[in-house]
């Protein structure tokens, strides 16, 4: 896994289209998931991840299948989505090495640092992120912030840890809340801990990660993205930490 430099910031920006300033944010996300494709090698397997952009991603990707060999999912909701399309899936445990890994995100910063979790599937898209040798965020504009917290940060706990972890988290400053009725993929649940103001990232990532009962949080700072694409009006911007 790669770590963050701490003083690394985001670099090349540019306009790749133009785009109409009328554009609606599923519009928004479609232009950013087909601007991914390009970062997809082909005869490869690609990591997918989750969430409404991502299933932009997926549908695209399925207009290039006979190009490459498969795709590592990081939720059953992806899974199923690129099995509809016929894309062949495989286990992330065959693998030595994935070369990209596509996802969408909650927030991120101009260090490429994110807050994910919306969709619930924040730990097996860490996992996934952790082997990819490149990980691609495709955003609208509405994700980019100067600094994460704003986005309350959802945090995987074991069900029977979620009282204490909800104190802890609470004592940290955070404000717990429960995700009602949401069971992960991994049988766990979610805690959304909002009213924080999380400015060392990849310190509070690990901080949190020390509790004991938590599985994962949605911190993406210790491993961020390589390239955010970023949906604007007036087109896709990439920034890059490569
Ligand atoms: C799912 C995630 C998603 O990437 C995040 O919630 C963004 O979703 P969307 O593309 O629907 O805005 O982390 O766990």
């Known amino acids: 896994m790669r770590a963050a430099s701490s003083t690394m910031s985001a670099c090349h920006k540019r306009n790749e289209s133009t785009m109409n300033a009328a554009m609606t944010q599923d519009e928004l996300k479609k232009s950013v998931a087909n601007a991914a494709l390009a970062y997809v090698p082909e005869g490869q397997v690609i990591g997918v991840g989750t969430g409404s952009t991502a299933n932009f991603f997926i549908d695209g990707l399925a207009q290039m299948r006979d190009r490459i060999r498969g795709a590592v999912a990081s939720s059953e909701a992806s899974a199923a989505r690129l099995r ?26 101009r260090r490429l640092c994110m807050i994910k979790g919306g969709g619930a599937a924040l730990t097996r898209e860490k996992i996934v992120a952790a082997v990819a040798q490149r990980f691609v965020c495709i955003c609208d504009q509405s994700k980019l912030v100067e600094t994460l917290g704003r986005f309350p940060l959802p945090v995987e706990v074991i069900p029977m840890a979620s009282a204490q972890v909800m104190r802890a988290l609470s004592a940290l400053g955070g404000i717990p809340k429960l995700r009602e009725g949401v069971v992960t993929d991994n049988g766990n ?17 690990a901080q949190l990660n020390a509790i004991v009962g938590v599985v994962t949080n949605g911190i993406f ?3 961020p993205a390589d390239v955010l694409l970023l949906a604007t009006p007036q087109g896709v911007q990439t920034l890059s930490r490569d």
């Open 84 to 109: 509809t399309h016929g894309i062949p899936l495989f286990d992330l445990n065959e693998l030595t090495e994935l070369s990209v890994y596509v996802d969408g995100a909650d927030e991120i910063d």
């Open 189 to 205: 649940c979610i805690i959304d801990v909002s009213g924080l103001q999380i400015s060392r990232p990849e310190e509070f990532e």
């Open 221 to 223: 700072a210790q491993r």
